[in-house]
């Protein structure tokens, strides 16, 4: 109850729902034996919800922008399956655990695959005929063309015919009788009487001096607001609108909500991805559908919960199978396929070991196998190296990643190292946003002490200011006086046709036209002049691959040769020096 209305109300998420977390029962059950007693645990979760909210004003929500998207879809396509395995005992009569049971190892010591060794013995032709009519209403429901039909949700139509099947079979005695224990079971006043309890357990204040509390709010408040932040992202990828829930403000509404239930009694709440992909299948589209669940759970409860008892549980869980198969999808599955094996496996660990464990394990688990993919593709390409042939000579380029920390100096001396003594390199980290300070260490000792010894040129570029490493060209990336009298027009041609060959592939050469810029402007020696028409796509730089001064460009509609265009055509050559007159088409 307070999870749907008061946390539903300071929440800003419009599709996620908040209730008891079974993935906390563990710890629950462990905190209360180690407190000796409830009322102490209620004080231990009270301080836990004030801890929540310092973390929502911290700002800790944002962690959950670093979850990766692998985990977190494997986190849905687990709790699919779970729904799956957990329901088909129930969907047909099979009710010796209780109905939101989610874990592995339960209580009984059954396993969730050793629980269907015991349907054949144990299987009710009454409960089985509601449970399997109930899911051909919500398959049928989704060829409902009538506008006012589909108005009316799915879920709720199989409550009130289940329902009405399991009165009818239980007063009717047709051989399929469905018997009290297959039915909900919400405590009314009948059941209570005669247990001398009181309605609410208040914290007991007493205990504040007790350290283990305080102990057993932190670890309460921390794995609270971890399965929290797990289950809202997985939430987003289900909402068909795709919003984005604030994290911190959620840690901030969970902690007023956690926070009430240790004053009032209740157990610890987290974000639910099945009540909340119920209520998006549904068409639960904003905040009012999960605080108007939240008041109707206080309603029903406290005013007709006998009304709830007419419920067969195999109606409840063909609405929980259904919502599995959709979130376990086969197209979930091939799409992570599809992204490869750096996507795939991670996402297929994660959904066996929640299937195996329970949520919040399996999901950390899958976490550290996706950090462990993200280490092993920094280690392995933590740069790039491209070899360029310039004008000049050739130029290997290498290419920093985006974030170069000190389990790549490894890779980066190897690279060094093998350099071939007489070339030259050129250190990129144009994208680089985070170098280790060790690689920068390592960078300058190569740069001023290696290279030398080993005839090597080290050019530099792109490095930050903080870093004083200044950008240094030392390579010649456009035509001068020497290469244009070198240059016979074969090997000018010869030139151009690699340079088209780079643009068609996509694989231009890095040049830095701030130093061509500067330097033309004391003298341009063009090896070519190209006659092209002024069509606009093609600016014979940008097609041929070319820098700044390595020709020159005549562009006039149609190549048409004109006085002005000859005379142009005679400076070139004639004056400038050019070897090679090209006239350029349009195919």
């Given at each position: 109850?307070?999870?749907?209305?008061?946390?539903?109300?300071?929440?800003?998420?419009?599709?996620?729902?908040?209730?008891?977390?079974?993935?906390?029962?563990?710890?629950?059950?462990?905190?209360?034996?180690?407190?000796?007693?409830?009322?102490?645990?209620?004080?231990?979760l009270?301080?836990?919800?004030?801890?929540?909210?310092?973390?929502?004003?911290?700002?800790?929500?944002?962690?959950?922008?670093?979850?990766?998207?692998?985990?977190?879809?494997?986190?849905?396509?687990?709790?699919?399956?779970?729904l799956?395995?957990?329901?088909?005992?129930?969907?047909?009569?099979?009710?010796?655990?209780?109905?939101?049971?989610?874990?592995?190892w339960?209580?009984?010591?059954?396993?969730?695959?050793?629980?269907f060794?015991?349907?054949?013995?144990?299987?009710h032709?009454?409960?089985?005929?509601?449970?399997?009519?109930?899911l051909?209403?919500?398959g049928?429901?989704?060829?409902i063309?009538?506008?006012?039909?589909?108005?009316?949700?799915?879920?709720?139509?199989?409550?009130?015919?289940?329902s009405?099947?399991?009165?009818?079979?239980?007063?009717?005695?047709?051989?399929?009788?469905?018997?009290?224990?297959h039915?909900?079971?919400?405590p009314?006043?009948?059941?209570?009487?005669?247990?001398?309890?009181?309605?609410?357990k208040?914290?007991?204040?007493?205990?504040?001096?007790?350290?283990?509390?305080?102990?057993?709010?932190?670890?309460?408040?921390?794995?609270?607001?971890l399965?929290?932040?797990?289950?809202?992202?997985?939430?987003?990828?289900?909402?068909?609108?795709?919003?984005?829930?604030p994290?911190?403000?959620?840690?901030?509404?969970?902690?007023?909500?956690?926070?009430?239930?240790?004053?009032?009694?209740?157990?610890?709440?987290?974000?639910?991805?099945?009540?909340?992909?119920?209520?998006?299948?549904?068409?639960?589209?904003?905040?009012?559908?999960?605080?108007?669940?939240?008041?109707?759970?206080?309603?029903?409860t406290?005013?007709?919960?006998?009304?709830?008892?007419?419920i067969?549980?195999?109606?409840?869980?063909?609405?929980?199978?259904?919502?599995?198969?959709?979130?376990?999808?086969?197209?979930?599955?091939?799409?992570?396929?599809?992204?490869?094996r750096?996507?795939?496996?991670?996402?297929?660990?994660?959904?066996v070991?929640?299937?195996f464990?329970?949520?919040?394990?399996?999901?950390?688990?899958?976490?550290?196998?996706?950090v462990?993919?993200?280490?092993?593709?920094n280690?392995?390409?933590?740069?790039?190296?491209?070899?360029e042939?310039h004008?000049?000579?050739?130029?290997?380029r290498?290419?920093?990643?985006?974030?170069?920390?000190?389990?790549?100096?490894?890779?980066?001396?190897?690279?060094?190292?093998?350099?071939?003594?007489?070339?030259?390199?050129?250190?990129d980290?144009?994208?680089?946003?985070?170098?280790?300070?060790?690689?920068l260490?390592?960078?300058?000792?190569?740069?001023?002490?290696?290279?030398?010894?080993?005839?090597v040129?080290?050019?530099?570029?792109g490095?930050?200011?903080?870093?004083s490493?200044?950008?240094?060209?030392?390579?010649?990336?456009y035509?001068?006086?020497?290469?244009?009298?070198?240059?016979?027009?074969?090997?000018v041609l010869?030139?151009?046709?690699?340079?088209?060959?780079?643009?068609?592939?996509?694989?231009?050469?890095?040049?830095?036209?701030t130093?061509?810029?500067?330097?033309?402007?004391?003298?341009?020696?063009?090896?070519?002049?190209?006659?092209?028409?002024?069509?606009?796509r093609?600016?014979?730089?940008?097609?041929?691959?070319?820098?700044?001064?390595?020709?020159?460009?005549?562009?006039?509609?149609g190549n048409?040769?004109?006085?002005?265009?000859?005379?142009?055509l005679?400076?070139?050559c004639g004056?400038a020096?050019?070897?090679?007159?090209?006239?350029?088409?349009?195919t």
């Amino acid at each position: 109850m307070i999870g749907g209305t008061i946390v539903g109300l300071i929440s800003g998420s419009q599709t996620s729902i908040s209730g008891p977390s079974a993935g906390l029962a563990a710890i629950i059950l462990a905190e209360i034996s180690s407190l000796r007693g409830y009322e102490t645990f209620l004080f231990a979760l009270m301080l836990a919800g004030l801890i929540q909210i310092a973390l929502g004003c911290l700002r800790a929500g944002e962690v959950a922008d670093f979850l990766p998207s692998s985990v977190v879809k494997g986190l849905v396509a687990a709790v699919g399956i779970i729904l799956i395995l957990k329901q088909i005992p129930h969907l047909l009569g099979h009710d010796t655990d209780p109905i939101g049971e989610m874990s592995f190892w339960q209580p009984d010591r059954q396993t969730t695959f050793s629980e269907f060794l015991k349907i054949s013995g144990d299987t009710h032709f009454g409960a089985a005929t509601i449970g399997l009519f109930s899911l051909l209403i919500l398959g049928g429901w989704e060829f409902i063309k009538s506008p006012r039909l589909r108005l009316i949700p799915a879920p709720l139509v199989v409550i009130v015919v289940g329902s009405l099947m399991g009165i009818w079979l239980r007063r009717y005695d047709v051989g399929w009788s469905v018997e009290e224990w297959h039915f909900f079971r919400v405590p009314t006043r009948e059941t209570l009487e005669g247990i001398n309890q009181p309605l609410f357990k208040f914290p007991n204040l007493e205990q504040w001096q007790n350290p283990a509390i305080y102990l057993a709010a932190l670890l309460i408040a921390v794995v609270a607001s971890l399965e929290t932040l797990l289950n809202l992202d997985a939430v987003d990828r289900l909402d068909p609108e795709h919003r984005h829930s604030p994290p911190s403000r959620e840690l901030v509404a969970q902690g007023v909500g956690n926070t009430l239930c240790g004053i009032l009694g209740g157990l610890p709440i987290t974000s639910r991805v099945v009540h909340s992909s119920v209520c998006i299948q549904s068409g639960g589209k904003t905040k009012r559908a999960i605080i108007i669940h939240g008041f109707l759970f206080l309603v029903c409860t406290l005013l007709v919960p006998s009304y709830l008892n007419l419920i067969p549980l195999s109606c409840i869980a063909a609405i929980l199978l259904w919502i599995g198969a959709k979130m376990a999808s086969p197209q979930l599955f091939r799409a992570m396929w599809a992204e490869g094996r750096y996507q795939f496996i991670p996402f297929l660990l994660t959904v066996v070991a929640i299937i195996f464990t329970e949520k919040l394990i399996g999901a950390l688990i899958g976490l550290a196998v996706g950090v462990a993919f993200i280490l092993n593709s920094n280690l392995r390409r933590p740069l790039k190296k491209i070899r360029e042939k310039h004008i000049g000579g050739e130029l290997t380029r290498i290419e920093l990643g985006n974030q170069v920390s000190f389990l790549n100096r490894g890779v980066f001396e190897r690279t060094l190292r093998d350099t071939k003594p007489g070339s030259h390199i050129m250190l990129d980290a144009t994208n680089t946003d985070f170098i280790d300070p060790d690689v920068l260490s390592l960078i300058r000792d190569f740069r001023d002490r290696v290279a030398p010894k080993h005839s090597v040129i080290v050019s530099l570029r792109g490095f930050k200011n903080k870093y004083s490493l200044n950008d240094e060209t030392q390579f010649i990336d456009y035509s001068t006086r020497e290469l244009q009298q070198d240059l016979n027009p074969d090997e000018v041609l010869q030139i151009l046709q690699e340079g088209n060959q780079r643009f068609q592939a996509g694989q231009p050469l890095f040049r830095d036209y701030t130093t061509q810029l500067s330097t033309t402007a004391q003298g341009q020696f063009p090896f070519a002049v190209i006659l092209s028409c002024i069509d606009s796509r093609a600016p014979v730089e940008t097609i041929l691959d070319l820098g700044l001064g390595d020709v020159f460009s005549i562009r006039i509609a149609g190549n048409v040769v004109g006085p002005k265009v000859l005379g142009s055509l005679e400076y070139s050559c004639g004056v400038a020096g050019s070897k090679l007159i090209v006239v350029l088409g349009h195919t």
